[in-house]
């Protein structure tokens, strides 16, 4: 796109982050989801990925989503409702959690099911810690929405705490093990939730996905 096109990409993002995004349920199983009447993002990734820092960040609200040094504390589906036009979906994390394996046993299932049988999923939203690429976890997820072709985009987080040139060999890495998988979006985001980096774009793809805004 040129540079005008970009420039109204953006400030779509823009425009539906700067109306407040409000938690609407923790869902423990697929019959206590709300109705699939709105289209939907969610975001995937291993515990302590950051996903509610980056859920914060993203939606301009300090502790919308619950942030915490404990990997797994998200152990439901929690919904974000943002402007009636998109829902959010904080996924519990995958890889870790201090829970017993019953009940690692259920997110997970509740986590697969959600993903392979949403109506109204636009896409995947899948975290991956800079620092480190990829985990077989991850590995396993992706395998898993190509062969159920729900798209998902990946997005790097954490950005600020590698050099440039690291940077630069994740961002490569990333590419090539995308390259040749059938659901996955060809754009990688990346992201800092302390510098804000990225934001932006993020909320523009998330607008791109969202119902039309008919206010005058």
């Not at 950051?50 to 919904?79: D, F, M, V």
């Not at 046993?105 to 959600?114: D, G, H, P």
């Amino acid at each position: 796109m040129n540079e005008a096109e970009y420039t109204d990409y953006l400030e779509t993002g823009r425009v539906l982050f700067a109306r407040p995004v409000e938690f609407m349920l923790s869902a423990v199983s697929l019959d206590t989801l709300p109705p699939a009447d709105l289209n939907e993002v969610c975001f995937a990734g291993r515990s302590n990925v950051g996903k509610s820092s980056l859920i914060n960040a993203l939606t301009n609200q300090n502790g919308l989503a619950r942030a915490s040094n404990t990997p797994g504390r998200t152990r439901e589906l929690n919904y974000f409702n943002a402007d009636d036009r998109i829902r959010l979906v904080d996924l519990p994390g995958y890889g870790y959690a201090r829970a017993s394996k019953t009940d690692i046993a259920r997110w997970t299932k509740l986590t697969r099911e959600y993903l392979t049988g949403r109506a109204g999923l636009r896409r995947v939203f899948l975290l991956i810690d800079s620092r480190h690429g990829f985990k077989p976890g991850d590995i396993d997820i992706m395998a898993m929405l190509d062969e159920t072709a729900v798209t998902y985009q990946i997005v790097l987080t954490k950005i600020d705490k590698i050099k440039q040139a690291e940077l630069a060999k994740v961002l490569s890495k990333t590419q090539k093990a995308i390259a040749r998988r059938p659901a996955a979006h060809p754009e990688i985001i990346q992201t800092s939730s302390v510098k804000k980096t990225g934001l932006d774009v993020l909320q523009a793809e998330i607008a791109t996905l969202a119902l039309p805004d008919h206010r005058v």
